[in-house]
């Protein structure tokens, strides 16, 4: 059973850093396309950066410059380095994978998911 799980969540005060890690089991080979999504409550869950095992981290312009995704060298352990925290990016965080070879930022392009870790960034 292909099982993603987050981890590093917290608190933090804006301008503070938290690092995230999604480690992965079940699955023999390497994910293709790995993510980072996020979801506050009320609102759909929104694309954060992904990278794929051969292209570069792809960002959304509100984290560009804040956060840095990376992945281990057996490529399926990932992670999301957050810097300069902002009270809006306070939200449930997921990790997502998946197997097909186009990687772009796109929630519904993901099909296993991770049960999330809680981001709160007090002001």
């Known amino acids: 059973q292909v099982q993603l799980r987050e981890s590093g969540g917290g608190s933090a005060q804006s301008g503070g850093s938290l690092r995230l890690s999604c480690t992965t089991s079940?699955?023999?080979?390497?994910?293709?396309?790995m993510g980072w999504f996020r979801q506050s409550p009320g609102k759909k869950r929104e694309e954060i950066a992904v990278?794929?095992?051969?292209?570069?981290?792809t960002y959304v312009d509100s984290v560009k410059g804040r956060f840095t995704i990376s992945r281990d060298n057996a490529g399926n352990t990932l992670y999301l380095q957050m810097d300069n925290l902002k009270p809006e990016d306070t939200a449930m965080y997921y990790c997502?994978?998946?197997?097909?070879?186009?990687?772009?930022?796109?929630?519904?392009?993901?099909?296993?998911w991770g049960q999330g870790t809680q981001v709160t960034v007090s002001s």
């Open positions: 997502a994978a998946h197997v097909s070879l186009l990687c772009r930022l796109e929630v519904g392009a993901f099909t296993e």
């Open positions: 079940g699955y023999s080979y390497r994910w293709y396309c």
């Open positions: 990278i794929g095992i051969n292209t570069g981290p």
